[in-house]
């Protein structure tokens, strides 16, 4: 059941952006077209946080399709056969689509039943870090990565868990990053053969540390926690990878190709 409610409120919004020029893409209007997902769920706070943050930006167009429920570690897979959608809403109400199925169901349906064409596709904020042999099993940084092998440029953004979760830091990450690349996403020549995931530590004591690009790490150290980090704690070194940097309060960008395991 495909709710034609759903597909109204979407053309709705892209009327509003303009009319097209034959290409996929609406004429530039001076606005950048955003679609937020995520896979903890259309309801859930991060991405309540990330769409309020992106909404407070000027000149752009936010679109919300997400799973109906959370989806968490589900990856990028996609679901065999039609998969069920419907209107819904973030937590302080703004519109959008709630999708029955995987986060990269959530891109897929914005994409080619919904005809959303975005410039961009952000994935979060998630709960609960994505870092090293995590991130392939994310639903969150799996809808990225659908989107990006779409042609679409994606990036994905996750937090701590429950109260050390500092979505509005993992948020500012991304419209900082949105406006430093805005050029680049306007002009269709943003980079689709990788995505940029931004992770942020969960302080339980102490403030989150300067963003540092850093590799993923392979592995997760034996009895190491990167969830949660007393960020009070001076470092002794420089984060040398994802896990790293949270262990030791840094802020972190990695750069994830689209095959990775």
């Given at each position: 059941?495909?709710?034609?409610?759903?597909v109204?409120f979407?053309?709705?919004?892209?009327l509003?952006?303009?009319c097209?020029?034959?290409?996929?893409?609406?004429?530039?209007?001076?606005q950048?077209?955003i679609?937020?997902?995520?896979?903890d769920g259309?309801?859930?706070?991060?991405?309540?946080?990330?769409?309020?943050?992106?909404?407070?930006?000027?000149?752009?167009?936010?679109q919300?399709?997400?799973?109906a429920?959370?989806q968490?570690?589900?990856?990028?897979?996609?679901?065999?056969?039609?998969v069920?959608?419907?209107?819904?809403?973030?937590?302080?109400?703004?519109?959008?689509?709630?999708v029955?199925?995987?986060?990269?169901?959530?891109?897929?349906?914005?994409?080619?039943?919904?005809?959303?064409?975005p410039?961009?596709?952000?994935?979060?904020v998630?709960q609960?870090?994505?870092?090293g042999?995590?991130a392939?099993?994310?639903g969150?940084?799996?809808?990225a990565?659908?989107a990006?092998?779409?042609?679409?440029?994606?990036?994905?953004?996750?937090?701590?868990?429950?109260s050390?979760?500092?979505?509005?830091?993992?948020?500012?990450?991304?419209?900082?990053?949105?406006?430093?690349?805005?050029?680049?996403l306007?002009?269709?020549?943003?980079?689709v053969?990788?995505?940029?995931?931004?992770?942020v530590?969960?302080c339980?004591?102490?403030?989150i540390?300067?963003?540092?690009e850093?590799p993923?790490?392979?592995?997760?150290?034996?009895?190491?926690?990167?969830f949660?980090?007393?960020?009070?704690v001076?470092p002794?070194?420089?984060p040398?990878?994802?896990?790293?940097?949270?262990i030791?309060g840094?802020?972190?960008?990695t750069?994830?190709?689209?095959?990775?395991?």
């Amino acid at each position: 059941m495909k709710l034609r409610s759903a597909v109204v409120f979407l053309v709705s919004i892209l009327l509003v952006a303009g009319c097209s020029d034959g290409s996929d893409r609406p004429v530039d209007s001076g606005q950048l077209s955003i679609l937020v997902t995520n896979d903890d769920g259309i309801g859930s706070p991060g991405i309540d946080r990330l769409v309020n943050k992106l909404l407070a930006m000027d000149d752009v167009e936010i679109q919300v399709v997400a799973p109906a429920e959370n989806q968490s570690g589900s990856s990028d897979k996609t679901s065999e056969g039609d998969v069920v959608w419907q209107d819904s809403s973030t937590a302080s109400g703004f519109a959008g689509v709630a999708v029955f199925g995987f986060p990269a169901d959530a891109v897929k349906v914005a994409l080619e039943e919904l005809g959303v064409t975005p410039d961009l596709v952000v994935s979060g904020v998630n709960q609960g870090q994505n870092v090293g042999p995590l991130a392939p099993l994310s639903g969150t940084v799996g809808a990225a990565r659908f989107a990006a092998r779409a042609g679409v440029p994606a990036v994905a953004a996750s937090a701590g868990l429950s109260s050390s979760a500092d979505f509005e830091a993992a948020a500012d990450l991304v419209v900082a990053w949105i406006e430093d690349n805005r050029s680049a996403l306007a002009g269709d020549s943003a980079d689709v053969d990788r995505i940029t995931s931004f992770n942020v530590p969960g302080c339980t004591a102490g403030d989150i540390r300067e963003l540092v690009e850093v590799p993923r790490a392979d592995s997760i150290p034996d009895g190491s926690n990167v969830f949660v980090t007393d960020c009070s704690v001076e470092p002794d070194s420089a984060p040398v990878s994802d896990v790293d940097a949270m262990i030791k309060g840094f802020a972190a960008v990695t750069q994830i190709p689209l095959d990775f395991q």
